[in-house]
């Protein structure tokens, strides 16, 4: 099973600030990477798909990047609502795997 | 609007089965391939299982394989899941997700299961 790993686990951010969390696969997995964002109680929200792709809706401070083995999301100015935890996941092959996640707090 | 909402989820005693639904709505259910998430309280997110639109292939992760069934109804809009042999390590919120090129784009509100004695 490809395995994806993030970092960091954890990060305090301010209003404002760029965020970036880095999510990393076993083996290649081209672009079939998407990136979610869950708040307390709620189901994720897609929010990137093939890796840099902005899902319909989603506000364009979010942005993803990355090919291969090492993929990105950026938060280019945090927002009250965008804290959060967001986690990565693959589609390259089966299992589909999601990496641990990323807690973004204040 | 597009909808997905799970149902069938409760307190189970270890070694029992329960079954879970997800009826569709607001999309043409037999084109899109769907499946099962889960989340145990306080963690991650774990693919259970996924389905093709026209159930040509059928997948499932190894933690649940052999105790697990994913079927669908195309003609009633619905997914589902037979839950067998189910064990504490099963406890948790069970979402229903349909699958659109290469991502999970849409979730329902989830299901909570507990296996408990």
């Known amino acids: 099973a490809i395995q994806l790993t993030q970092s960091p686990s954890s990060l305090s951010a301010s209003v404002g600030d760029r965020v970036t969390i880095t999510c990393r696969a076993s083996?290649?997995?081209?672009?079939?990477l998407a990136w979610y964002q869950q708040k307390p109680g709620k189901p994720p929200k897609l929010l990137i798909y093939?890796?840099?792709s902005l899902e319909s809706g989603v506000p364009s401070r979010f942005s993803g990047s990355g090919s291969g083995t090492d993929f990105t999301l950026t938060i280019s100015s945090l927002q009250p609502e965008d804290f959060a935890t967001y986690y990565c996941?693959?589609?390259?092959?089966?299992?589909?795997?999601f990496g641990p996640g990323t807690k973004v707090d204040i | 609007e597009v909808q997905l909402v799970e149902s069938g989820g409760g307190l189970v005693k270890p070694g029992g089965s329960l079954r879970l639904s997800c009826v569709v709505s607001?999309?043409?259910?037999?084109?899109?391939?769907m499946n099962w998430v889960r989340q145990a309280p306080g963690k991650g997110l774990e693919w259970v299982s996924s389905?093709?639109?026209?159930?040509?292939?059928?997948y499932y992760a190894d933690s649940v394989k052999g105790r697990f069934t994913i079927s669908r109804d195309n003609a009633k809009n619905s997914l589902y899941l037979q839950m067998n042999s189910l064990r504490a390590e099963d406890t948790a919120v069970y979402y229903c997700?349909?699958?659109?090129?290469?991502?999970?784009?849409?979730w329902g509100q989830g299901t909570m299961v507990t296996v408990s004695s």
């Open positions: 997700v349909r699958d659109h090129s290469f991502a999970f784009d849409v």
């Open positions: 607001g999309f043409t259910f037999s084109t899109y391939s």
């Open positions: 389905i093709s639109h026209s159930n040509s292939y059928i």
């Open positions: 083996q290649g997995i081209s672009t079939t």
């Open positions: 093939d890796a840099s």
């Open positions: 996941q693959q589609f390259n092959s089966f299992p589909i795997t």
